[in-house]
């Protein structure tokens, strides 16, 4: 990982600078484009930074100044899968019941995503575990889409602080669900089973469900 790493500018997608044009938009889809099938084909250790430039057709120091490691690059991956994920969830929104059902539909048809090209799960997951303080943006946007996901499957626009609460715990259940399968510590069916548990969270912050903890 180190290797790949080195001082550089904020990539073009930090918040301090301003938007992209429209040829660097498509340089960074390039990029983002190129970095997705290196990980599909060999998982972490296929997306080398050189060869992502020459895939993506960018000098490796343009590279480096849109994503400052792999880290950062295969963390943007993942931003990049879950913004696809999220549209195709709107243009087919779950069908269950409840607001429970629905979220943990939503999630297994985004695992069963990922499912499809294990090595490119593998991958984004690995550098989301490995990610460091500089990375922090970039996570952090990872988790509000992820959070994005979850409240459009419950159908709420303003989530009480119970709520959010909630999906934060759902969230790392989601997360570490991923982990283990990844790792081969956990079935298709065991993360079903955990995925459908932790949402049943959500019933118990729907109005006058919720019993605050007293200590």
Avoid at 123 to 136: G, I
């Amino acid at each position: 990982m180190t290797a790949d790493a080195r001082p550089a500018a904020q990539p073009p997608t930090d918040r301090a600078t301003p938007p992209l044009t429209e040829r660097q938009e498509a340089r960074r889809r390039r990029i983002l484009h190129a970095s997705a099938q290196l990980a599909s084909r060999g998982g972490f250790e296929a997306v080398q930074m050189r060869e992502v430039a020459e895939a993506a057709g960018v000098a490796l120091g343009t590279l480096y100044r849109y994503f400052p490691s792999k880290i950062h690059l295969l963390v943007a991956t993942m931003q990049d899968q879950l913004q696809h994920m999220h549209s195709t969830l709107r243009k087919r929104p779950p069908a269950g019941d409840d607001a429970a059902q629905r979220v943990a539909e939503t999630l297994m048809r985004a695992f069963r995503a990922l499912q499809r090209e294990p090595h490119l799960a593998d991958a984004m997951v690995r550098a989301l575990t490995f990610a460091d303080r500089s990375v922090s943006p970039e996570v952090d946007t990872v988790s509000r889409l992820t959070t994005a996901i979850i409240l459009d499957a419950m159908g709420l626009e303003n989530p009480t602080p119970e709520q959010l609460s909630a999906v934060r715990v759902i969230e790392h259940t989601w997360h570490s669900a991923l982990i283990t399968w990844l790792s081969g510590r956990a079935s298709i069916a065991q993360v079903k089973i955990d995925i459908e548990t932790v949402c049943r969270l959500i019933d118990l912050t729907e109005e006058g469900g919720a019993t605050p903890w007293r200590g």
